[in-house]
């Protein structure tokens, strides 16, 4: 939101709208003749301070746009612009709707500025759709549409603002700019309106940021203040999102909340967005994203913007897209997530004051219990009033005193003589009878006299007593009276009124990894460059210009690099990947040299918390170092590898094996274990490694028909070393196969589940060459092998499998000659036993099936999957408490790591 007003404004009193920016400050540039900068003959600049007309007038611009234009004031919320376009409502109030440019008009009067401003102002109000009841087109806050023209739109005051905002004789009055007319200098507001609204505002030397709250959360903490018990306050934002507010700091400086879009799947190539961010609309919302997608961000096919009164942004993705991967890619490169920086600044006596919205909620109820009692206590001195007067009037009449005066003259001797007449009557009276009293008595009319009815006057009398007693009733019980108060206005205008912004705590989104890939990356191991433009080198994978490059090199070194056209790494590479550096699970295992011809070392280690462009050495930083083995473990693998010696002497033994999963992960500033002090022939991988790392959680993205271990899609569990992922097909074939995030999936894939070796799988199949359909109960044998169950006839199908323990299905015959066979409920477990994966399975039925369907399986209570109790910790741990598993063979099976 900008500021309401227009940037050329001198102090008040010196205004002239039709004086230009130059024609305003022609005295200044000639005034004094100082220059900001004196700049000498050596050139160089000398700063000269702020004298004269410079320094007075720029204070008293600073302080005017501050007091009178930027800030909104504690007491009632509204800055000064805002407050004349109230008053002047009010002023114009007759319950009909007025021409907004009649009441902009009409602020002219209090307001020394142009009418853009007050008009802008006013539609700014009128959009938080609290104080102002509008009629025609004011703006779409959600689309970012602006109002028509003031001349053809409409507003008047709502309900809840003539409750809350007016009351003339508890008013602070002032004079206006040009002492003509009396103006408000702060409205009597009896709610936290400017906690509801917002304010924002940007002055000379500071600015302010208030966001907006929710009504009713508003009241019920304002409640809670009076009661004395805590309370936490949190924005609201008639855009509604869903926002991250846990580090908010109670609005003050340096707290921040994250505003993020609503993004739903429609289906797999379709996101909506039915909610947007806090300070922005659809226009920019679009925008944003397009932007994203030119620059290669994300991959979108087309936009659609369908917002009426509810947002509705369809976002159409190319067929194998992933949305998930979207969802986080527009949070992270568009402006679906906002951030939002408050900035609790008010004008309180004539000052900035720098404050948390708990503070500014409490000063505000304060002030309503205050506004409430100075209500009470002028009500209570009226209906002391008129109780005073009525007993007067009422011994006037009934003692016919009027008939004392008959026979007098002058004036004074009227007063005289009804004075004395009321004496003797007068003694339960609540003060002394004046003479402004007798006056009054004086101007009854005598047909009121005739038709005095003493009953009724007692009546009246003792009414009026009873709204005192309620009056000083309220104000011995103040606090109890302003919380009815808020209670009231929570049930009349708190309907409706609800929380918009869902709060939840955001997950951090790495942009690395769901940036889209659409740059091809290479490398010329001999001359050590890598970079995006080498074209007729290597090439290594697909990156993005934000992704950093991981590049080890034969003498030991690694360095972390940020992609682009073409860098000098250092020559004979011999790996290189993209990094991640939140990735805890690859493990570098690497065997190095000592110096020309040194020692030998092994080591395994991650690498995290690196400085970019910055050599690491990861040998013992002895000249003349070299990798003799190098391999990079996605998963934590642990190959075991063969060593062969150069024949040396009387050297016995020059072959033995190495298990890396026998070392321990350490940091990649470790020395490592020595593995020989002779020299090293050749290495050779003799066995493929397994994962030595802790479970690790696997997804399945539909969409793209992926595994992923970044929580998109479907959560299939979490995987040890040998555990395994069963894939069954709709042309009945199943597998069993290792869970590598590498692996490719047919598009007639059924079942996709973490494989339990001893769960059975049920099939009813029908079988082309015997013309009928068979059930069956298998175990898989076989893991890495794709295998039929079902026979390899032209004409035989799969009709239904399950993976459930005791699994049920209902089969629907085809009718048959009108005739329709009842349904079938096959309880799978007691109709077979478990057979064979090869055997053909127990005949079902000959009869034509329409359909087969799976009901809800039968009870079971599956075995917990648990850890062998032969496994236990055996040793090498290090100071950290991590280890390994070892069977009763020595064998490691899992490691602490």
Same mark, same amino acid.
């Given at each position: 939101m900008k500021d309401e007003e227009d940037d050329n404004l001198v102090p008040q009193g010196q205004e002239d709208d039709t004086t230009s920016g130059d024609e305003g400050f022609e005295d200044i540039k000639t005034s004094g003749g100082h220059n900001f900068y004196d700049n000498k003959e050596d050139g160089n600049d000398t700063i000269t301070k702020v004298t004269g007309m410079y320094k007075d007038w720029f204070l008293d611009y600073a302080s005017y746009v501050i007091l009178e234009r930027a800030v909104p004031a504690i007491e009632d919320g509204f800055k000064p612009v805002q407050r004349r376009i109230m008053h002047s409502l009010k002023e114009l109030d &007759?319950? $009909?709707?007025?021409?907004?440019?009649?009441?902009?008009?009409?602020?002219?009067?209090?307001?020394?500025? *142009?009418?853009?401003?007050?008009?802008d102002a006013m539609v700014q109000i009128g959009q938080k759709e609290l104080l102002i009841d509008c009629q025609g087109n004011w703006g779409n806050i959600l689309t970012g549409d602006g109002a028509a023209a003031s001349r053809y739109i409409e507003a008047r005051l709502s309900k809840f603002a003539l409750e809350v905002l007016y009351s003339p004789k508890i008013t602070d009055w002032g004079m206006s700019y040009d002492g003509r007319r009396a103006e408000p200098n702060n409205l009597p507001v009896k709610f936290p309106l400017l906690l509801a609204s917002g304010a924002e505002g940007i002055a000379v030397g500071l600015s302010t940021k208030v966001l907006p709250h929710n009504f009713n959360e508003l009241i019920d903490s304002?409640?809670?203040?009076? #009661? *004395? #018990?805590?309370?936490?306050?949190?924005p609201d934002f008639l855009t509604q999102g869903i926002a991250d507010v846990s580090n908010y700091n109670d609005g003050l400086r340096g707290g921040r909340i994250r505003v993020r879009a609503k993004i739903g799947q429609l289906d797999k190539n379709t996101l909506v967005i039915t909610q947007i961010p806090f300070s922005t609309n659809t226009t920019t919302l679009i925008d944003s994203i397009l932007k994203a997608n030119d620059k290669g961000k994300i991959k979108i096919k087309k936009i659609e913007d369908n917002t009426a009164a509810e947002v509705e942004i369809l976002i159409h993705l190319f067929p194998g897209v992933s949305p998930d991967k979207t969802i986080d890619a527009l949070f992270a490169f568009t402006a679906c997530e906002t951030s939002v920086a408050p900035l609790g600044c008010v004008?309180? &006596?004539?000052?900035?004051?720098?404050?948390?919205?708990?503070?500014? @909620?409490?000063?505000?109820?304060? $002030?309503?219990?205050? @506004?409430?009692?100075?209500?009470?206590?002028?009500?209570?001195?009226?209906?002391?009033e008129q109780w005073h007067f009525l007993s007067l009037e009422r011994i006037f009449i009934e003692n016919k005193i009027y008939r004392d005066i008959e026979e007098m003259t002058t004036r004074e001797t009227v007063i005289k003589a009804v004075d004395d007449g009321l004496k003797p009557h007068t003694k339960h009276l609540k003060r002394t009878v004046t003479e402004e009293d007798i006056l009054r008595l004086l101007d009854i009319r005598i047909m009121r006299i005739s038709k005095f009815d003493s009953n009724k006057a007692q009546d009246k009398i003792q009414s009026l007593e009873g709204d005192i007693e309620q009056v000083?009733? &309220?104000? %011995?019980?103040?606090?109890? +009276?302003?919380?009815?108060?808020?209670? $009231?206005?929570? %049930?009349?205008?708190g309907k409706g009124r609800e929380r918009q912004t869902e709060l939840r705590v955001f997950d951090d989104i790495e942009a690395t990894k769901v940036v889209l890939r659409n740059t091809k990356l290479y490398v010329n191991r001999e001359e050590g460059f890598v970079g995006t433009s080498l074209k007729k080198d290597e090439y290594v994978t697909d990156c993005s210009d934000i992704d950093d490059v991981i590049i080890f090199l034969r003498n030991g070194k690694m360095i972390i690099t940020k992609v682009d056209a073409k860098t000098f790494v250092g020559k004979d590479i011999i790996h290189i990947a993209i990094f991640d550096k939140s990735d805890k699970r690859t493990i570098y295992n690497m065997i190095y040299r000592d110096g020309k011809s040194g020692p030998s070392y092994i080591k395994r280690f991650n690498v995290s918390g690196v400085t970019r462009d910055k050599a690491y050495d990861l040998t013992n930083e002895t000249a003349g170092s070299q990798v003799l083995y190098f391999s990079c473990n996605p998963n934590g693998e642990a190959e075991v590898i063969t060593i062969l010696l150069r024949q040396i002497g009387t050297i016995k033994k020059l072959?033995? &094996?190495?298990? +890396?999963?026998? @070392?321990?992960?350490?940091? $990649?500033?470790?020395? *490592?274990?020595?593995?020989? #002090?002779?020299?090293i022939k050749k290495i050779e991988l003799k066995e493929k490694g397994i994962s030595t790392l802790l479970p690790r959680k696997v997804w399945f993205d539909d969409t793209v028909q992926r595994l992923n271990v970044d929580a998109r899609g479907e959560l299939l569990g979490e995987f040890r070393p040998n555990d395994k992922i069963l894939v069954v097909s709709q042309s009945g074939k199943v597998k069993v196969i290792t869970p590598e995030l590498s692996t490719h999936f047919d598009q007639d894939m059924i079942i996709l589940e973490k494989w339990v070796p001893k769960k059975p799988i049920s099939a009813i199949y029908y079988d082309g060459e015997k013309e009928r359909y068979y059930i069956k109960r298998f175990l898989v044998e076989a893991e890495n092998k794709e295998e039929s169950f079902i026979t390899e006839h032209a004409n035989s199908h799969l009709e239904i499998v399950a993976t459930d323990y005791r699994p049920v299905a209902e089969l629907v015959f085809t009718k048959v000659k009108g005739v329709q066979k009842e349904n079938m409920i096959v309880d799978i477990e007691s109709f077979i036993a478990l057979k064979g994966f090869k055997a053909l399975g127990n005949q079902l039925t000959t009869d034509k099936l329409k359909q087969v369907n799976l009901l809800d399986p039968l009870p079971y209570d599956?075995?917990? %999957?648990?850890?062998? %109790?032969?496994l236990e910790v055996k040793g090498d741990t290090n100071a950290n408490g991590s280890g390994f598993y070892r069977d009763n063979d020595g064998q490691i099976i899992l490691s602490l790591e």
């Open positions: &007759d319950g $009909r709707y007025n021409k907004v440019a009649n009441v902009v008009g009409h602020t002219m009067q209090y307001h020394p500025h *142009g009418d853009q401003s007050i008009g304002s409640i809670k203040i009076l #009661k *004395g #018990k805590p309370f936490t306050l949190y004008i309180e &006596d004539n000052k900035p004051l720098f404050i948390g919205v708990s503070a500014m @909620l409490k000063i505000s109820t304060n $002030r309503t219990v205050q @506004l409430l009692k100075s209500e009470l206590e002028i009500q209570l001195s009226e209906l002391e000083k009733h &309220d104000l %011995e019980n103040l606090i109890d +009276f302003a919380i009815a108060y808020f209670v $009231r206005l929570k %049930e009349k205008y072959k033995f &094996d190495i298990d +890396f999963a026998s @070392l321990a992960i350490k940091g $990649r500033g470790s020395k *490592g274990n020595l593995v020989t #002090k002779y020299p599956a075995p917990e %999957e648990i850890i062998p %109790e032969e």
